[in-house]
């Protein structure tokens, strides 16, 4: 049974994911949803959060960084195309020593039009992805953070598949300079029926400055396991920061989809916090694609 509208909803993914997964190499892959930025600050910056990663969304970007604290509850949506929406709650939870990380990730593409073998309408499907995840990060000694994450990642099209997966991380450094390295989704390809497709595994480094006590500044690169390698970058600025409040300003961009036509890759966006309290906001652009839009609340729990 095929789709048409899956298989914008499959060219979505990959735009806004790595390109290995579109053109000559599209549909070798699974879950291309845990490639998809999981908050708006870090799809403001280009994506390049490995060498600073926060609070609870550091589950998905480096479990690392969850040792590094601060522990925090934190939920994001994002906008992708027609019905396609994809939310993320994660949360961080100091321990006595290091910190626990829970989270859950669910994309869901809407109702979309199904065609039989000979082109036929055949109903409709709503496939959607979704993923469990389990962390733990400690600190090792001063300014050095280890932590790992489990992953429960199920797909659903006209059936359903499973798998299970691995994040691994290090951060190095403290607030004005830091290093971080992770591995992603390690594990066994997941099985649609009597066929097995990889997990989009991907290795990235990341470098994090506190350049000023206004700039923030940072760069990931990234090698997934299907296709070309690709590098992220990004800024934040501090346009008001005071004892009650802040407003961010930020802007990134990255080069995972440079084969896709028109303006692709540059992203924006802007975080307010007020006490233990944020609110952020993110748009990228996506070529033929359009843009997408990124809404984000966190929390802080504890100092």
């Known amino acids: 049974m095929r789709t048409r509208a899956l ?5 979505l993914l990959c735009a806004g994911a790595r390109a290995g997964l ?3 190499e599209a549909g070798t892959g699974a879950a291309a949803f845990l490639n998809l930025p999981v908050d708006a600050r870090g799809a403001a910056m280009g ?20 040792g590094a604290g601060p522990g925090s509850v934190a939920f994001s949506h994002s906008l992708l195309a027609g019905d396609i929406s994809y939310d993320v709650l994660a949360a961080a939870v100091p321990l006595r020593y290091g910190a626990l990380g829970v989270g859950v990730q669910y994309l869901q593409y809407g109702s979309l039009a199904s065609l039989d073998n000979t082109g036929l309408p055949a109903g409709s499907l709503s496939p959607r992805d979704g993923a469990a995840v389990l962390g ?7 300014d050095v953070y280890l932590g790992a994450a489990g992953k ?9 598949a499973s798998a299970l ?20 989704n390690l594990g066994k390809p997941m099985k649609f029926r009597d066929e097995g ?5 991907n290795l990235r480094a990341g470098l994090y400055a506190h350049y000023s006590p206004a700039l923030q500044w940072s760069a990931d690169v ?8 690709w590098i992220g970058v990004g800024a934040e600025y501090a346009l008001a920061k005071g004892p009650a409040w802040s407003l961010l300003a930020r802007a990134g961009y990255n080069t995972a989809a440079l084969d896709t036509r028109r303006v692709n890759g540059l992203s924006a966006g802007f975080g307010l916090a007020r006490g233990g309290a944020a609110l952020d906001y993110a748009f990228r652009t996506m070529g033929l694609l359009g843009s997408t839009h990124h809404f984000g609340l966190a929390w802080r729990l504890g100092k």
């Open 7 to 11: 298989a914008i909803a499959g060219l």
């Open 22 to 24: 579109c053109a000559n």
């Open 47 to 66: 994506g390049a959060v490995a060498g600073s990663p926060r609070g609870g969304m550091a589950l998905f970007q480096n479990p690392a960084g969850l």
């Open 136 to 142: 733990y990060g400690i600190a090792l000694m001063k």
């Open 152 to 160: 429960y990642i199920n797909s659903r099209i006209t059936g359903s």
């Open 165 to 184: 997966a691995l994040d691994a991380g290090l951060l190095i450094g403290g607030e004005e300079l830091s290093v971080g390295f992770a591995a992603q």
């Open 197 to 201: 497709a990889p997990l989009p595994a």
């Open 222 to 229: 990234n090698f997934p396991r299907e296709g070309r390698a």
